[in-house]
């Protein structure tokens, strides 16, 4: 036929503006399944970080400057979580209706969260050097009040820094922004930009953690060979001993968590910076949301007050009288 019907035409997400982006044909069942499986993994990701939040807070045992910090990194999570199903409308359609100004704001707001992860994963691994390189120092070095201060300056300092990236980007600006096509939230920036993002979101918070981290696993190293040879040779392991091997613990545990994140965080950012296939920048950026519902399975497996707490805050056990002051680092329940 010489002509095609209204269904075969091309449609715009704009029909009234010439550059307009053009909409993707919808095909339902897919469509429903990819929908399904995100909000899946928002509630998932949504209700475990609560669990860590719940526990952190209201259990007064668990009051402590490490804590203070896997709290933050837990609210970070949450709030990933929470926007999953926005990032997926974002990234699998080709129209957002939503507007620039919003749009600067989501982009703000994801960037914001993406890099305060890291700077609570480098907070973490400065806590868990202070306590294994120099345990003696850390009770003074190291207190809740010291933590919490920190947390709030990485929080500022990522709300600062993303400002003044979205907004020297021109997500504000529309007079002076460049589209592929009208009617796209894509994060765009400019060569110069490009180079100091990738120092101060990959090279330097990433070479720090990996030079803490590889002291940290050395000296655990050192301080668990003293401690089997105390023990082979029959010698009493002091309290300080057993106190050290904890600490090592911990750092083992959150090297895991940190571990993780880069193997999902590094990729992206690589491959943002040098592959132009949108197909393969989602897919790794999506690898790096769904790491904010892994960290509450490390802590689940390897933290055995987590599954304490969690079961306390599922059975409602939390609302009795004085719950918040339960020792749950014991077999003692309510």
């Given at each position: 036929?010489?002509?095609?019907?209204?269904?075969?035409?091309?449609?715009?997400?704009?029909?009234?503006?010439?550059?307009?982006?053009?909409?993707?044909?919808?095909?339902?069942?897919?469509?429903?399944?990819?929908?399904?499986?995100?909000?899946?993994?928002?509630?998932?990701?949504?209700?475990?970080?609560?669990?860590?939040?719940?526990?952190?807070?209201?259990?007064?045992?668990?009051?402590?400057?490490?804590?203070?910090?896997?709290?933050?990194?837990?609210?970070?999570?949450?709030?990933?979580?929470?926007?999953?199903?926005?990032?997926?409308?974002?990234?699998?359609?080709?129209?957002?209706?939503?507007?620039?100004?919003?749009?600067?704001?989501?982009?703000?707001?994801?960037?914001?969260?993406?890099?305060?992860?890291?700077?609570?994963?480098?907070?973490?691994?400065?806590?868990?050097?202070?306590?294994?390189?120099?345990?003696?120092?850390?009770?003074?070095?190291?207190?809740?009040?010291?933590?919490?201060?920190?947390?709030?300056?990485?929080?500022?300092?990522?709300?600062?820094?993303?400002?003044?990236?979205?907004?020297?980007?021109?997500?504000?600006?529309?007079?002076?922004?460049?589209?592929?096509?009208?009617?796209?939230?894509?994060?765009?920036?400019?060569?110069?930009?490009?180079?100091?993002?990738?120092?101060?979101?990959?090279?330097?918070?990433?070479?720090?953690?990996?030079?803490?981290?590889?002291?940290?696993?050395?000296?655990?190293?050192?301080?668990?060979?003293?401690?089997?040879?105390?023990?082979?040779?029959?010698?009493?392991?002091?309290?300080?001993?057993?106190?050290?091997?904890?600490?090592?613990?911990?750092?083992?545990?959150?090297?895991i968590i940190v571990s993780i994140y880069l193997l999902c965080y590094?990729?992206?950012?690589?491959?943002?910076?040098?592959?132009?296939?949108?197909?393969?920048?989602?897919?790794?950026?999506?690898?790096?949301?769904?790491?904010?519902?892994?960290?509450?399975?490390?802590?689940?497996?390897?933290?055995?007050?987590?599954?304490?707490?969690?079961?306390?805050?599922?059975?409602?056990?939390?609302?009795?009288?004085?719950?918040?002051?339960?020792?749950?680092?014991?077999?003692?329940?309510?």
């Amino acid at each position: 036929m010489a002509y095609e019907t209204e269904d075969q035409e091309t449609q715009y997400c704009f029909p009234g503006i010439n550059s307009s982006c053009v909409k993707k044909q919808p095909f339902s069942h897919g469509y429903n399944i990819i929908y399904l499986c995100v909000s899946l993994q928002s509630a998932w990701t949504v209700l475990l970080n609560l669990l860590v939040i719940i526990s952190i807070s209201h259990f007064k045992k668990l009051h402590t400057p490490t804590n203070m910090i896997i709290l933050s990194l837990a609210v970070a999570d949450l709030l990933i979580g929470v926007i999953m199903p926005i990032e997926a409308i974002r990234l699998i359609e080709t129209c957002w209706y939503f507007g620039d100004i919003f749009c600067g704001l989501y982009l703000l707001f994801i960037s914001l969260l993406l890099s305060a992860s890291l700077s609570n994963l480098v907070l973490i691994a400065v806590d868990r050097y202070v306590a294994v390189c120099h345990p003696l120092h850390y009770p003074q070095k190291i207190t809740i009040t010291k933590t919490l201060m920190s947390i709030c300056l990485s929080w500022v300092y990522s709300t600062v820094y993303n400002t003044t990236l979205v907004v020297n980007n021109g997500h504000f600006d529309t007079s002076h922004r460049t589209y592929v096509c009208y009617g796209r939230c894509s994060f765009e920036m400019s060569f110069s930009w490009i180079a100091v993002d990738l120092f101060m979101s990959l090279i330097f918070p990433c070479m720090l953690i990996i030079t803490l981290y590889l002291r940290i696993f050395f000296v655990v190293h050192q301080q668990v060979k003293v401690i089997n040879s105390l023990m082979k040779g029959g010698k009493c392991v002091t309290k300080g001993s057993v106190k050290r091997k904890s600490e090592s613990k911990a750092a083992l545990i959150l090297g895991i968590i940190v571990s993780i994140y880069l193997l999902c965080y590094i990729p992206y950012c690589i491959c943002s910076l040098t592959v132009k296939s949108s197909t393969a920048i989602h897919s790794l950026i999506w690898a790096v949301y769904s790491n904010s519902g892994m960290n509450p399975l490390v802590y689940a497996l390897f933290y055995p007050w987590f599954k304490k707490t969690a079961k306390l805050i599922l059975t409602l056990k939390i609302f009795q009288p004085a719950s918040s002051l339960i020792n749950i680092f014991t077999q003692h329940q309510l």
